[in-house]
Structures are given as structure tokens and as C-alpha cells.
């Protein structure tokens, strides 16, 4: 993802946060998890600390695959509300270059790790 990619994401995940908190008042593993991260990532309590809740439906990112390169796509989340899942689906112009890559990134898969 780009920087501006990351931060617009970084904030729509502490939104999310802050909204399962609302909804799961007495979750003490959220709590605990919330606590954390305010403690250990300055980002995260900078974020935390505008008290915006959202919703985010939809994004635009160019994400840096390691084996395929950039590839910009629109990104649409679908939520559950009674189950709080959440699917998000990226999909790229037709028959476009993007497009191309995309479906790559599909047989590239996931980099390589190394074991040691």
C-alpha cells in the first residue's frame, strides 16, 4: 500500500476499534487489546485520541505486490452487522494493465518465506 493508502487505512481500523467498543461494552480482551496499543503505538493513540467513528465502505489502493509490482485497485468492504464480518473485495478496471495484474497476484501468491 502507499502512504497515503496506509494512513487512510490505519484510521478506518482504530474507527472500527472504537465502534466494536461501543458495541461490546464489557469485552474485556478488546479492552485489554485497546489498552495495549495506546500504550505501545503512538500512531495508534493518536488516532485513537480524535474519538471519530466511521464506517468504511470503500477505498481506493495501490498495493506494492513483491512479485507482481504495483497494482492499483478499488477496494469495497462488505459488513455483517449481526455477525461482524467483514469481506472486502478488490477488483480493478477491465481490461485494464491493472486488471492484468491483479489476476497475477492471484498465481503469484503470497511471497516466499525463508525458514531458518
Known sequence: MTEQDRGATDAAVVSDLRGATGRFPQDSRLAALIRDLNAGNEKFAELWATGEVT???EDHKTIDHPSVGPVTVDCDVLTDGDTELKIVIMTAVPG???ETELRLTAIAGPPATTHN
Do not use: I
Request: negative net charge.
Open 55 to 57: 464506517v468504511h465502505r
Open 96 to 98: 485494464s494493465e491493472d
